[in-house]
């Protein structure tokens, strides 16, 4: 599974944090990613981590909190979530 891409979007948060990502693997929804905000958590030193709001199929993550430090650690994280799911 090699084709994954990520489509800038906006959210439509209350809060600041409305940078997002929908990532698709071979074409289908697999997660939609949010960058963390300076305004929300710089304190926390998260600011321009990406986390995973919502996950789909092998990407699904619950209540977990996933995050990344860039785009390409997450598109990482989907390919390998994805290539274990083929496997099972």
């Not at 697999?30 to 996950?55: F, I, K, M, T």
């Not at 990407?59 to 996933?66: A, I, P």
């Amino acid at each position: 599974m090699d084709n994954i891409t990520l489509q800038p979007v906006q959210i439509a948060s209350l809060c600041a944090d409305t940078d997002g990502r929908i990532a698709f693997a071979d074409g289908k929804l697999v997660a939609v990613l949010v960058r963390l905000s300076e305004e929300l958590h710089g304190a926390d030193g998260r600011a321009g981590q990406w986390c995973v709001e919502v996950g789909f199929g092998a990407c699904d993550v619950g209540v977990l909190s996933v995050r990344f430090d860039g785009l390409d650690a997450a598109r990482r994280w989907i390919a390998e979530r994805m290539a274990m799911a083929t496997t099972d």
